[in-house]
């Protein structure tokens, strides 16, 4: 098959050369991002929710993300009838090839793999008119089975497609001189195969969450 007769490699290519002469041209320029409170400050007690473990994050992978922060934990429902982990990987830069690592490519590398196709939702939150999107990934690795959610968010925005993605890091680098940005990871197990149960928890997970993801991140 000619890769380049594909439409989507094609528009990535084309992103990737446009982006790579962008960050050319203001590479001398010194990016403006204001001071960011490390992400162990993040909330631990949340409307309805509390901390119950911090996750440790392996060096090897802290290696492979290159992120300038991270935030790996366990969150306990006050019923203590559901759990919900949450991860954050914030990159004060792009310019040197630091970017953040799509779910998509990561899970299945771990031995987890998508048991139905991958989508996005669209869920209402506090402080928005309009809805936010969000990725949905349903993921299994044996007997063990989750729901995850997950978006990138910087200069409060949320985007949910890597496409967008890079043409708002493109956009903000030549009208901020930024390139800042998080992902937000969101996962719940799924019990008893209720699946939908799992989604209805981790989307009432994201919408606690998110004010805290708001504040935290810079604006």
């Known amino acids: 098959m ?14 990737m050369l446009v982006q790579g002469a962008v960050f050319y041209a203001v590479a001398m320029r010194p990016e403006q991002i204001g ?3 490390p992400l162990d400050r993040f ?22 993300l290159k992120a ?20 954050m990987a914030f990159f004060k830069t792009q310019r040197e090839g630091q970017s953040p690592h799509s779910p998509k490519n990561c899970l299945p590398g771990s031995g987890f793999e998508p048991v139905e196709p991958p989508g996005q939702i669209a869920i209402q939150v506090a402080g ?19 729901v995850t959610l997950y978006w990138y968010q910087s200069h ?3 985007i949910a497609d890597e496409f967008a993605a890079k043409f708002w890091l493109i956009a903000d ?5 930024r390139s800042d940005t998080s992902l937000v990871r969101v996962v ?14 981790a989307v009432e997970f994201a919408q606690t969450v998110f004010p805290a993801v708001t504040r935290q991140l810079p604006l």
């Open 128 to 146: 928005r008119n309009e809805p936010i999107r969000v990725n949905r990934y349903v993921t299994a690795r044996g007997d063990e089975k989750s």
């Open 68 to 87: 300038d922060d991270l935030l790996s934990r366990v969150y306990l429902n006050d019923s203590q009838t559901a759990s919900a982990y949450l991860f």
């Open 173 to 177: 680098s030549i009208r901020y001189h």
């Open 156 to 158: 409060r925005r949320v």
């Open 35 to 37: 001071p960011v409170d």
């Open 2 to 15: 000619n890769l380049l007769a594909n439409k989507y490699v094609r528009v990535l290519t084309l992103l």
């Open 43 to 64: 909330p631990k007690v949340l409307p309805g929710w509390h901390l119950y473990q911090e996750s440790k994050v392996e060096p090897e992978v802290q290696d492979v």
């Open 188 to 201: 719940v197990p799924v019990r008893g195969n209720d699946t939908n149960a799992a989604s209805q928890i």
